[in-house]
Each structure stands twice: as structure tokens, then as C-alpha cells.
């Protein structure tokens, strides 16, 4: 089994910045692609950002600009540092991750945390 643990979410004026963390730990032998989802009560889980092992990345158009995905592949952890914070970016983020166990080396799943509220106050 795998877990992530997201931190650094929290209240922040417009205009502020926050960076979040998650950490995956338990069977891993290689994490593929790691990323971050937002979603609102009611709504779909949207793309923001994904990394890929190699450090490829890819953003939501709307916040491109403004956050930074990275990654630290000895921790196994991915990143977002957002800046420039609007109240439109008030959601509930979530970690994913695509990893391969030891015990099954030919299958990737898909792993999530379990989701920390970011709100931007105007």
C-alpha cells in the first residue's frame, strides 16, 4: 500500500501565496507521474498540475503563470507553489500518484491523499 500526505494548505488574502507538500511513502519502487487536482463540493476534479520523473510538466491554463510544480524524487515528494492567489482558486486540492510496487512491478496504480482546502479571501 501507498500513502500520501498533503500539508500546507490554509487561508490566504488575494494576492498571497501558499506551497503545498505531499509525501508518498510505503511500497514504492518508482513513482511515474505525480500531480495535483482541485475540486469544489459538487463539482468535478480538475487538472492543475502533473511532473512526470523527468521533470516534464504540465498546467491547467488557468494557472499557468502563477504556480510551479516540482519535485524531489529522493523524498518522493511533489510541490506547488502558488502565487498570486485568487479567491477562483478556493478549492479542495488533492495529491495523485501514478506508482509501481515491488510486488508488481508490471502494474502502475493510481494513488490520491486525502485533500487539503486551500481558500483565498478577497
Known amino acids: 500500500q501507498v500513502q500520501l500526505v498533503e500539508s500546507g494548505g490554509g487561508l490566504v488574502q488575494a494576492g498571497g501565496s501558499l506551497r503545498l507538500s505531499c509525501a508518498a511513502s510505503?511500497?514504492?519502487?518508482?513513482?511515474?507521474?505525480m500531480g495535483w487536482y482541485r475540486q469544489a463540493p459538487g463539482k468535478q476534479r480538475e487538472l492543475v498540475a502533473t511532473?512526470?520523473?523527468?521533470?516534464?510538466?504540465n498546467y491547467a491554463e488557468s494557472v499557468k503563470g502563477r504556480f510551479t510544480i516540482s519535485r524531489d524524487n529522493a523524498k518522493n515528494t511533489v510541490y506547488l507553489q502558488m502565487n498570486n492567489l485568487t479567491p477562483e482558486d478556493t478549492f479542495v486540492y488533492y495529491c495523485?500518484?501514478?506508482?509501481?510496487?515491488?510486488?508488481?512491478?508490471?502494474?502502475?496504480?493510481?494513488?490520491w491523499g486525502q485533500g487539503t482546502q486551500v481558500t483565498v479571501s478577497s
Open positions: 495523485n500518484a501514478l506508482v509501481i510496487s515491488p510486488q508488481a512491478m508490471d502494474v502502475m496504480r493510481n494513488y
Open positions: 510505503g511500497s514504492i519502487f518508482n513513482i511515474n507521474r
Open positions: 511532473i512526470t520523473s523527468g521533470g516534464s510538466t
